[in-house]
């Protein structure tokens, strides 16, 4: 019920490319889903968020398009570019748990020149 | 500028020895969470504070302490009894107990010697 599964594991997208990184969930009273970007060494760093009462959110680059009835939400990373080269975290949380998120396992993105 | 500051970088533990890790923030936030990394894994809460002076256990709270006695501070202690403490250590925080963006330090690596 807690879980947030994320896919893929890795990821290898050419320089240009889309880069697409899924997520799915179970619990139906999660109320918010930030994607964190991490490059290593560092702490995850916000990228992105999410509510349930939007279906798309678009910043720069990076979309974040989510299917209620789904429980799925993906992010789109148009245009990757080598920078954007490093290991993303989708999660989730529910308001009446303290603000704890529940992160997916990870996607490891390399953008390719 | 405001953030998160986690000391020390890097921490080597002997066996039988009880190490602390710092977390400090300027952000003014009320609560503030500590994150487990293993390699190719997402994070897992470990404790968390909505308000000084009170905490929850998360997920795998076994073999860590934690103390909310100011609002700027979070420390950690990982005793003895955690029989696996390597790994990355991070602490986050959030504006309120809800679902709120959380804001990472660039975490502590612990090992043992």
């Known amino acids: 019920q807690q879980q947030v599964k994320q896919s893929p594991q890795s990821l290898i997208v050419q320089k240009g490319g889309i880069s697409i990184i899924n997520c799915a969930y179970e619990n139906t009273a999660f109320d918010y889903f930030p994607w964190y970007q991490q490059f290593p060494g560092k702490g995850p760093a916000l990228l992105i968020a999410i509510r349930p009462d939007v279906s798309e959110k678009k910043e720069g680059r990076f979309t974040i398009s989510f299917n209620k009835s789904a429980k799925q939400f993906s992010l789109h990373i148009m245009d990757s570019q080598p920078g954007d080269s490093a290991t993303y975290f989708c999660a989730a949380s529910e308001g009446g748990q303290g603000g704890k998120l529940i992160f997916g396992q990870g996607t490891e993105l390399s953008v390719k020149p | 500028d405001g953030g998160i500051t986690q000391s020390p970088k890097y921490l080597f533990r002997k066996e039988g020895q009880n190490v602390t890790l710092s977390c400090e923030q300027n952000l003014n936030h009320d609560a503030m969470y500590w994150y487990r990394q293993d390699p190719g894994q997402g994070l897992r809460l470990i404790y968390y504070s909505q308000i000084v002076n009170d905490f929850q256990k998360g997920d795998i709270a076994e073999g860590y302490s934690v103390s909310r006695e100011k609002k700027e501070s979070f420390p950690l202690t990982v005793t003895s009894a955690q029989k696996n403490p390597t790994a990355f250590y991070l602490c986050?925080?959030?504006?309120?107990?809800?679902?709120?963006?959380?804001?990472f330090g660039d975490g502590t690596r612990l090992s043992i010697l």
């Open positions: 986050a925080s959030s504006q309120s107990r809800v679902s709120q963006p959380q804001h």
